[in-house]
């Protein structure tokens, strides 16, 4: 006989320890892609995650003998948060395994809350397969991260939430998928209701188990998954919630890692908020749902979409990361390959192309004596900004390769310009400081005199109130009072580094 989820939801036994979370309008991100979009705050739970209602309702459910005996269960992280919180709120033994690979800070949350945690495998799945072979050994309950009704239905008690905030019109949910209990319980519910609501799954290119067996027509096996959105890195999906999905799902969108980065910088501009990558994912899938229907000429204005902000346990390591990848994901940084001739004036010749514009990277090295070789990112407000720079600087004379696209250029190469040169000979090596402000850069190369050959140039905005500029000068000795008076009236701090030993090995 089928599961009547709509029953097991309305009478989910999940508020003894979750709260309902607001739904609450992104009004920065709404301007932006012309329809309200909504965030249903699943990381102001208590264990920063919707887990818990799934935990708990499930745990909920078993009988005095198994919770005397205990809980097990499989767990990137926040189902173990919500196991180990619920088996303090029953008085239960919870063993909690964790692939290696989980971010710190959800394994210290799970051992703060009581947990016993075991650390095994690289993904879900190899956690998932050490945990059944605990529960039999030791006689526990299994506590299934998304493949059980009882946790399903928990989670689906987050669509009645959206329903019962929102009476108005809603064009379509979007909820992250990792096994597949949120959008399932979600699912369930919204359909048996409002049918009319659109539900898309979200998932990352790189973990995309569950579109790939839609599309099969039964569940696939990856061989791998990425792991930057820890939270969904899973290999096989759950059998009912598989089934559930084909059902009442209309449609499974996958975004990158880049776009994932720009949906957290997104929601902390709205909310002050920072989720864990598959806590924005959701958010992701909206943004890529909205410009694909504008794209197609279909622009869907003012239609009200709903996103799943459903995680925030972020590893604090990881914002760096982020914060590089963010503007990637929005099209608001541009990334060039140029080549200059190599005589005295072209460099700032180049930089005055670049005009106004906020520049993100600069790095150059001396390398060849007839062609210099500079790699320059800068922020743009529209994705097709980054052609016409590319064509401004060919109609100036300047050989362009946009790398606007490149992952390879965007994630490795940039940090690897320079190096030594046999070109760079009686060279001095200095490091500045400036305020940084738009022009601050152009002012600084306005400054140093057309005849001291710039050989070596780096430069990369940190965010902060203050630029770094790494130079490579070489300054004839003739020069060299007008070179001490210049770092003398310039205005700026600055350091000799010629002699630091890091500069001989490598530069």
Same mark, same amino acid.
């Given at each position: 006989?089928?599961?009547?989820? *709509? ?39 208590? %264990? ?211 776009? %994932? ?44 979409? %709903? ?51 906020? %520049? ?42 946009? *790398? ?82 210049? *770092? ?20």
């Amino acid at each position: 006989m089928p599961t009547n989820y *709509l029953q097991k939801i309305l009478t989910s036994r999940v508020y003894d320890v979750a709260i309902e979370t607001p739904l609450e309008l992104a009004p920065s991100l709404s301007q932006r892609m012309a329809n309200p979009i909504y965030f249903k705050r699943e990381d102001m739970q208590s %264990v920063f995650s919707f887990k818990l209602r799934g935990a708990y309702n499930k745990m909920a459910h078993l009988s005095p003998a198994q919770i005397k005996r205990g809980v097990i269960c499989a767990s990137a992280g926040n189902h173990a948060q919500g196991v180990a919180l619920s088996a303090a709120k029953l008085g239960c033994r919870a063993v909690i395994v964790m692939p290696t690979t989980t971010p710190q800070v959800k394994v210290d949350a799970v051992r703060a809350r009581g947990g016993e945690v075991v650390l095994f495998g690289d993904s879900f799945t190899d956690a998932y397969d050490h945990a059944v072979k605990l529960e039999k050994k030791e006689k526990l309950t299994f506590v299934h991260p998304f493949d059980d009704p009882d946790v399903i239905a928990g989670q689906g008690t987050i669509g009645m939430e959206i329903l019962r905030q929102h009476a108005g019109p809603i064009h379509a949910i979007f909820v992250a998928i990792g096994g597949g209990g949120l959008v399932a319980g979600i699912a369930a519910f919204v359909k048996a209701v409002r049918p009319e609501i659109r539900i898309i799954g979200v998932q990352t290119t790189d973990s995309d188990a569950m579109a790939r067996s839609i599309k099969a027509g039964r569940r696939v096996t990856l061989a791998d998954v990425g792991l930057f959105s820890d939270g969904t890195a899973v290999k096989l999906v759950g059998e009912e919630t598989f089934r559930l999905t084909k059902l009442y799902v209309d449609e499974i969108i996958l975004v990158d890692t880049a776009a %994932v980065c720009s949906a957290i910088k997104d929601v902390f501009q709205d909310t002050r908020s920072i989720l864990e990558p598959a806590g924005a994912l959701s958010i992701a899938g909206a943004k890529a749902y909205i410009e694909r229907a504008q794209l197609s000429k279909k622009p869907l204005i003012n239609q009200t979409m %709903v996103t799943i902000a459903c995680g925030a346990n972020m590893n604090f390591d990881r914002l760096r990361f982020v914060a590089e990848m963010a503007d990637s994901g929005t099209a608001r940084e541009a990334v060039f390959a140029v080549t200059l001739p190599e005589e005295r004036g072209s460099f700032k010749r180049f930089c005055e192309q670049i005009g106004p514009r906020n %520049v993100t990277e600069f790095n150059y090295r001396i390398s060849d004596a007839s062609q210099a070789h500079v790699f320059v990112g800068m922020q743009i407000a529209h994705h097709d900004d980054a052609g016409k720079i590319a064509r401004n600087f060919e109609k100036h004379g300047f050989t362009t390769l946009d *790398l606007t696209n490149d992952e390879l250029a965007k994630m490795h190469i940039r940090h690897l310009v320079g190096g030594k040169s046999a070109l760079a000979q009686d060279e001095l090596l200095y490091r500045f400081e400036f305020p940084e402000r738009p022009g601050a850069l152009m002012r600084f190369l306005d400054s140093m005199a057309p005849n001291w050959n710039i050989s070596l140039f780096h430069y990369r905005s940190q965010g902060g109130d203050v630029g770094r500029i790494l130079v490579g000068l070489q300054v004839p000795k003739k020069e060299m009072k007008a070179f001490r008076a210049f *770092l003398a009236t310039l205005g700026y701090r600055f350091w000799d580094e010629s002699k630091n030993p890091l500069y001989k090995l490598f530069l």
